[in-house]
């Protein structure tokens, strides 16, 4: 099971840190994702991590402004959203996966879902 929290209303240019707790284990083989769905629109990829190395990669539209780490004592991995835009605005998932993809289909484990609202 996988908790996503953190969301909330935010000013353009500011910043949020989104957290997703796991009620068990992560395994080192596991990769943890972030996806985002706004209004209207498709889920889509925002970034992942592999849980063994760390290891991230993130889609274009937030490299560089969003990064991914973790707190293996807690069993919590976190999305630090940096200098947010407008175009952030939607609900953010955290999952989990056995492979390092971009594809949503691959993640088996998904959390509830937070709401980041960019205002301008």
């Known amino acids: 099971q996988l908790q996503a929290s953190g969301g909330g209303l935010v000013q353009a240019g500011g910043s949020l840190r989104l957290s997703c707790a796991a009620s068990g284990r992560i395994y080192s083989s596991y990769v943890m994702g972030w996806f985002r769905q706004a209004p209207g629109k498709e889920r889509e990829f925002v970034g992942a991590?592999?849980?063994?190395?760390?290891?991230?990669k993130y889609a274009d539209s937030v490299k560089g402004r969003f990064t991914i780490s973790k707190n293996s004592a807690k069993n919590t991995a976190y999305l630090q959203m940096n200098s947010v835009k407008s175009e952030d605005t939607a609900v953010y998932y955290c999952?989990?996966?056995?492979?390092?993809?971009?594809?949503?289909?691959?993640?088996?484990?998904w959390g509830q879902g937070t709401v980041v609202t960019v205002s301008s």
């Open positions: 999952a989990a996966s056995t492979q390092y993809s971009t594809q949503r289909s691959e993640y088996f484990i």
């Open positions: 991590m592999r849980w063994s190395n760390t290891n991230t």
